[in-house]
């Protein structure tokens, strides 16, 4: 596996706070990796790209993690990884968003990014509400964050990418309204994204 931010943040939390047993939880979290790839080897590409990216390396960091801190302390690190990572692309999208213009067409570049991504060939299932060139409002009542979160018997890991969505999405424009009251991953039966042009 092509080493992502989860990774390499696990390496160096290892390296700091674990020098003496680093080489050993860097080796169990590939181990587990490898493991969970032949799990899902069936998998669609599409789906794949999520897997790898952080579903599979997050639920191996976190198990790993538990072998030498608390697992209330373990995912409080797992969601520091993803919430520092959530920011950086917050700060970039806020950035871009100086452009004139540019925020009155993110809730068409969200929908076509959630089309392409989040699609049921990845193991997503949405309905969609409303999608102008103003407002794109749908209910996500699937996802692979989720159902992977829930075989492995950690669901309480779901909230830290669910999390991510706050933080990448919230106040990127004093004219954008990010708006979501619910999440599969807190336990309620759907994720209700929302995303509007304020006028």
Not at 167 to 191: A, F, M, Q, S
Request: charged share 25%.
């Amino acid at each position: 596996m092509q080493k992502n931010y989860l990774i390499a943040a696990f390496e160096k939390t290892s390296e700091e706070r674990f020098p003496a047993q680093a080489a050993q939880l860097l080796a169990s979290m590939h181990q587990r990796i490898e493991v969970l790839r032949e799990d899902n080897a069936g998998a669609s590409r599409e789906k794949w790209k999520h897997l790898e990216s952080q579903i599979m390396p997050g639920i191996a960091i976190y198990e790993v993690l538990q072998t030498v801190v608390s697992k209330e302390e373990a995912l409080q690190i797992l969601h520091s990884y993803v919430n520092a990572h959530a920011r950086k692309y917050h700060t970039l999208f806020r950035r871009l968003l100086k452009l004139p213009g540019l925020y009155h067409k993110m809730p068409g570049i969200f929908a076509k990014g959630v089309e392409e991504k989040f699609g049921s060939a990845a193991g997503f299932q949405f309905i969609t509400h409303e999608a102008t060139k103003d407002v794109i409002q749908f209910d996500m009542v699937r996802c692979p964050y989720h159902d992977a979160c829930q075989k492995y018997g950690c669901p309480e890991l779901c909230r830290c990418f669910c999390d991510s969505d706050d933080i990448t999405y919230d106040g990127l424009h004093p004219k954008l309204l990010w708006h979501r009251t619910k999440t599969l991953g807190r336990g309620d039966d759907c994720c209700d994204f929302g995303l509007r042009v304020t006028k």
